[in-house]
């Protein structure tokens, strides 16, 4: 009886819910593709805020931010957002675990039927252990890693002159990719530096200073490397030359994106 409702439900006859069982070896649900689960890694000013759009427009996926996921889960108050407030209103720090959760829960949406990006997780070893335990819970893996590398001294420049539309997350730069509010010849303000398609006032983040850059690069290559490393074995991982036209770096982008499986 079982066999004939499924047969029913999926429009074949009974012998074909063995065809469809055997063509399914992945063990998702009926009717549930396999999902691109890419990890975008690349330092500041590497090109994370130019080239993560079009991944997401080219793969139909989003890019999930563990910081705007925290912030919109305890604004949402689930369990886990209740659970994360908590320990901030008290000083402490975020667990992985539940920052785990609070993935989890973010990908499970219906934005994420085709699969997602992770920007900025995860920073360690263990979290990418704790990553891979969740994602096997559903059958599933990251099947993508790419990272974007720029030598370091090449990337004073593009940080000191970066501005950023906080809403979408698109990069503006007063000298590589200026916005069309500003003229030529006219010095970067608050008042002349907007995004080309909404027109609302651009940004610049507080730490984007030689300085702090040299802090925040040592941070990056400390956690990431070991990261890759974690992530090299399964054959997916790629390293992109950022340092080139950004048409090159996305034809890179694109052969990584197409060796998915």
Not at 96 to 101: A, P
Not at 153 to 174: A, D, F, M, Q
Not at 216 to 223: G, N, P, V
């Amino acid at each position: 009886l079982v066999m004939q409702r499924l047969a029913a439900a999926l429009g074949v006859g009974a012998a074909g819910v063995g065809a469809y069982a055997f063509a399914n070896p992945d063990g998702f649900p009926f009717g549930q593709k396999k999902r691109t689960i890419m990890i975008l890694f690349g330092p500041p000013g590497a090109g994370k805020g130019t080239h993560s759009p079009k991944i997401v427009e080219a793969k139909k996926i989003p890019s999930l931010s563990t910081g705007d996921m925290l912030r919109a889960a305890v604004a949402a108050g689930t369990d886990v957002g209740k659970q994360a407030k908590a320990i901030m209103e008290s000083g402490g720090l975020v667990t992985d675990e539940i920052v785990i959760g609070i993935i989890k829960d973010a990908s499970k949406g219906p934005d994420c039927k085709n699969g997602f990006i992770l920007d900025g997780f995860p920073r360690t070893v263990e979290q990418a252990k704790n990553l891979d335990e969740m994602l096997g819970e559903n059958k599933e893996k990251v099947n993508s890693v790419v990272a974007l590398e720029v030598p370091d001294s090449v990337l004073t420049e593009r940080i000191c002159g970066r501005w950023i539309h906080k809403e979408s997350g698109r990069s503006y730069h007063v000298k590589f990719a200026p916005p069309k509010s500003l003229k030529p010849g006219e010095k970067a303000t608050e008042k002349n530096m907007k995004d080309d398609e909404t027109g609302q006032p651009l940004m610049r983040r507080a730490d984007d200073t030689e300085a702090a850059l040299k802090k925040r690069l040592e941070s990056y290559h400390a956690q990431t490397v070991p990261i890759l490393k974690h992530y090299e074995p399964a054959g997916i991982v790629t390293c992109v030359n950022a340092n080139q036209k950004p048409e090159a770096v996305w034809a890179e982008i694109e052969a990584a994106m197409a060796k998915i499986k």
